[in-house]
């Protein structure tokens, strides 16, 4: 099932047919409903991104092969090439963005637990540096992510939603009066740039809980310099 040979379909001279994950058997006499090509695609997709991303997690982008990703996910190579022009990049591109947004969501899960919104900005910020415990996160958010992409890159897929989120958060601060006034998109780039530094150093210390109770005071402080009255 598994094609073999160059690591892309250029190798054949031709585009190498689209591949789906393999389908459970069903019992005899009733034969599997037929998928759609909608529904085949999101299968492969789908397949290939959660192989991908318990190998990247595993052992790192670069001592991860095309082929190990294809025989877990139960594809053909063609089929990664087939939905990832790219290849390994287009599709470690696609892991980064789905371990950020379920980061994201764990955060704003976090956070809308506070009482008010300033207690949401320190619940959530506390929330995102605990993720960067994570070894799945360290590897492909913190390592990886920048050196494989690139820092532009890297911060258009890992970002975008998490500024948005950020942004609205702080907004909801300065209108309760908990902050100072000030351009909240502005702000917004300001603190997520301090928080993905302080997340990297985590994920790089030789002491990951020491360098994230470090970090976590250190935002703290830098988020207090911004509070508004308390009275």
């Not at 990247?56 to 990832?84: D, K, N």
């Not at 990886?144 to 890159?153: M, N, R």
């Not at 005071?217 to 308390?230: I, M, S």
């Amino acid at each position: 099932m598994h094609v073999k040979g160059s690591e892309g379909p250029a190798a054949t001279g031709a585009s190498a047919p689209e591949e789906t994950a393999a389908v459970d058997t069903e019992p005899p006499g009733e034969p599997a409903p037929r998928r759609t090509k909608a529904e085949q695609r999101t299968a492969t997709t789908a397949a290939l991104i959660a192989a991908a991303r318990e190998l990247f997690a595993e052992r790192g982008y670069a001592a991860v092969g095309t082929e190990e990703i294809v025989q877990r996910a139960g594809v053909t190579r063609g089929a990664l090439y087939h939905h990832f022009k790219g290849g390994k990049e287009d599709l470690f591109r696609a892991v980064l963005v789905q371990v950020s947004a379920d980061t994201t969501r764990a955060v704003v899960n976090a956070a809308s637990k506070a009482k008010d919104p300033w207690e949401e900005l320190l619940i959530g910020a506390d929330a995102f540096l605990d993720a960067s415990l994570k070894p799945e996160v360290q590897r492909i958010m913190l390592v990886d992510g920048p050196a494989v992409l690139g820092w532009d890159v890297w911060r258009a897929a890992d970002g975008d939603y998490a500024l948005g989120m950020l942004e609205a958060a702080i907004k909801n601060a300065m209108d309760a009066g908990r902050m100072v006034e000030q351009p909240p998109r502005a702000l917004a780039h300001v603190l997520i740039g301090a928080l993905d530094e302080a997340a990297m150093v985590v994920a790089r210390a030789d002491d990951p809980a020491q360098a994230r109770e470090e970090m976590g005071q250190t935002v703290h402080r830098l988020l207090e310099g911004l509070r508004g009255p308390t009275t």
